[in-house]
């Protein structure tokens, strides 16, 4: 049998922890499935008299995961730090170097530096592997990478976010507070250190460029992907939703366009009878369309310690096995270049929640602009607001009303036109919401 590899962990937080226990428990299986022991034989960690619940007495510990990274008394350098920056790349780049294999679940850090990371480890003929940065416990990134090999991608979109996620199922199905949605998910562990990585839409957009390069054949950037995140969605806008038989979901969508790969992430109303829809709670789902396979769809947890350490380990296993693929699918030198393509052209339906003032022209000049704008118009909707029929049972107080309008498929710049328009002409009171619609 080949001889034990030797695991460092640097960063003992849930998910490290969860990867040593699981490691311990599951030693004689993965031995079985790997031809060889896998044991954690060193730690870097800040605090090493805290009792985090494991036995870590036969461990070495080190204090700097520069210096862990580096040990030649590891075979294989476990990154779950955290941070694009400062020391997860520092302790990343050093492990590279030192010809060890590296595992990491940052996704802040391939999002942002991935081609300069798989450079390096091609350069150092080293395994550079991230599976769990991705949607937790789903193994997508093997699924496109390996098990889609055989295919030309066309789209690839999904739920990336649990915390968003969350957020958006209770406030529809309890009808809480964002802020309260949002402190019960930071309190169950499923939120960034910094939450507004999740809302702001970024920890998704993060994982969508990661997805797209693998999928695409690009380069993993950042800068390439359209971001809006959940913070502005309003309980009138998920009550609206349902009404109009939609649910909203924070997607992140990459997909072949004209010119490009168009990469995006908003808030996205998609039919509540959809098989995304019904995705609810921190669950994450990515839906992968393919020339050969079709369309395929993984559904599974995307955050917590065990189901982000289940896919450490799978890559962990795969060092332990000896397999060895570029950390993208193919080398960097064949990657293509990705630049974000202009959301004018975007097309399908829209959400539009205008709040004007409930006075005569109002609904004119809604529908007059939209149609100006070439938009054809599903339905308008205007209720008018308890506030304007407490402060005049007529109806004509000029208290400000929500107009909702559901829009045919048009482009983002005719609905910017029209909206533009409303405002121009003097009857918008709040900044106006437009949340995308995804039929399909
Ligand atoms: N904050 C992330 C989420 C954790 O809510 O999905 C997993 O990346």
């Not at 998609?270 to 789902?285: E, F, H, K, L």
């Amino acid at each position: 049998m080949a001889h034990v590899l030797r695991v460092g962990i640097a960063g003992l937080g849930t998910v490290g922890l969860s990867v040593a226990r699981l490691l311990d428990l599951q030693r004689n299986v993965l031995t079985a499935r790997c031809g060889r022991s896998i044991v954690v034989t060193a730690v870097s960690a800040r605090d090493r008299t805290r009792d985090r619940g494991i036995d870590l007495s036969e461990v070495e510990w080190f204090e700097d995961p520069v210096t862990l990274a580096q040990s030649p008394d590891i075979d294989i350098f476990v990154e779950l730090i955290g941070g694009d920056n400062g020391p997860a790349k520092e302790a990343v780049e050093a492990a590279l170097r030192a010809g060890k294999s590296v595992v990491t679940a940052n996704k802040a850090l391939i999002a942002h530096h991935g081609r300069a990371l798989a450079v390096l480890a091609e350069e150092m003929k080293v395994p550079l592997l991230f599976e769990a940065s991705v949607a937790g416990g789903i193994p997508v990134i093997k699924t496109v990478r390996e098990g889609l090999a055989g295919n030309r991608i066309s789209r690839i979109s999904g739920i990336l976010n649990g915390t968003c996620n969350y957020i958006l199922t209770r406030m529809e199905k309890e009808g809480l507070s964002f802020a309260k949605c949002l402190k019960q998910a930071q309190t169950l562990g499923y939120a960034e250190a910094d939450p507004t990585f999740d809302i702001g839409g970024n920890d998704t957009a993060h994982k969508l460029t990661i997805l797209a390069a693998l999928a695409f054949g690009v380069d993993v950037n950042i800068d390439a992907v359209y971001v809006e995140g959940i913070s502005t969605i309003d309980s009138f806008d998920i009550r609206m939703a349902k009404k109009l038989g939609y649910r909203i979901k924070l997607l992140g969508v990459a997909e072949r366009s004209e010119s490009g790969i168009e990469q995006r992430v908003h808030p996205t109303m998609v039919p509540a009878d959809s098989p995304i829809a019904r995705v609810m709670g921190v669950t994450n789902a990515v839906s992968i369309h393919a020339d050969a396979v079709g369309e395929l769809t993984l559904v599974g947890p995307g955050a917590g310690g065990d189901a982000t350490a289940s896919s450490v380990i799978a890559d962990i296993a795969d060092v332990a096995r000896g397999l060895m693929s570029p950390p993208f699918g193919s080398p960097v030198a064949t990657l293509g270049r990705a630049m974000q393509e202009p959301m004018q052209r975007h097309e399908g339906g829209y959400y539009v929640r205008l709040t004007v003032a409930d006075t005569p022209g109002a609904a004119a000049s809604i529908v007059t602009s939209f149609a100006n704008a070439g938009i054809s118009l599903e339905s308008i909707i205007q209720n008018r607001s308890e506030d304007a029929a407490l402060l005049d049972p007529t109806g004509r107080s000029g208290a400000p009303v929500p107009v909702v309008v559901i829009t045919y498929a048009t482009t983002e710049q005719a609905i910017r036109t029209a909206v533009d328009k409303v405002i121009a002409e003097g009857y918008v009171v709040e900044k106006p919401q437009v949340i995308r619609i995804e039929r399909e």
